[in-house]
């Protein structure tokens, strides 16, 4: 069975965006290196995101940071078409359901907090990986927005990595 992964940063006050979905605050962190990035990219066979993450990723990216992948992006207007991913308002559990069998590796869930929030709520999501960022930013985006099912993790690990605390938990059922 097909594993997937919630693997994200958000700031010491749990916000993963600004309230207008930037996160220039996360690049502003100091600190070189990828903070284990690569590495988990390497077994990652798919990526779903949220519409307003996708729109953020194109903003940030120059080029297209998942092009040998294939890209998911839910939304509540499947009509629109990208040359980097497909858009669609399926139902995440078949959406999931459907792409796991399919694809080599795992299934990287990018965010943001509805889809996060959603996942929770049909317990799809298998391991958390956290990049907790030395920053708080007051207001914002929430990891887990209010009405999130209540949900227990297992730490399976923690390490620093430059300015970074990097958490990876298990979803306990």
């Given at each position: ?17 600004r309230s207008n979905d930037s996160l220039d ?78 694809i080599d590796g795992k299934i990287w869930l ?64």
């Amino acid at each position: 069975m097909t594993k997937t992964v919630l693997y994200i940063a958000c700031s010491l006050d749990g916000k993963i965006a600004r309230s207008n979905d930037s996160l220039d605050w996360l690049f502003a962190v100091e600190g070189d290196g990828d903070n284990g990035y690569a590495t988990f990219m390497e077994d990652v066979g798919a990526v779903i995101m949220g519409r307003k993450t996708f729109d953020e990723v194109l903003v940030l990216s120059e080029e297209y940071p998942y092009p040998t992948i294939d890209n998911y992006v839910l939304t509540r207007q499947p009509g629109k078409q990208s040359e980097h991913a497909i858009y669609t308002n399926e139902p995440l559990d078949a959406l999931i359901n459907r792409i796991g069998p399919t694809i080599d590796g795992k299934i990287w869930l990018v965010g943001g907090g509805e889809l996060i929030q959603e996942a929770l709520r049909l317990q799809l999501i298998d391991q958390l990986e956290l990049a907790i960022a030395p920053v708080v930013l007051g207001s914002g985006i929430p990891l887990f927005p209010e009405g999130t099912l209540e949900t227990r993790f297992n730490l399976t690990g923690c390490r620093p990595s430059r300015q970074f605390i990097m958490a990876t938990y298990d979803v306990l059922r």
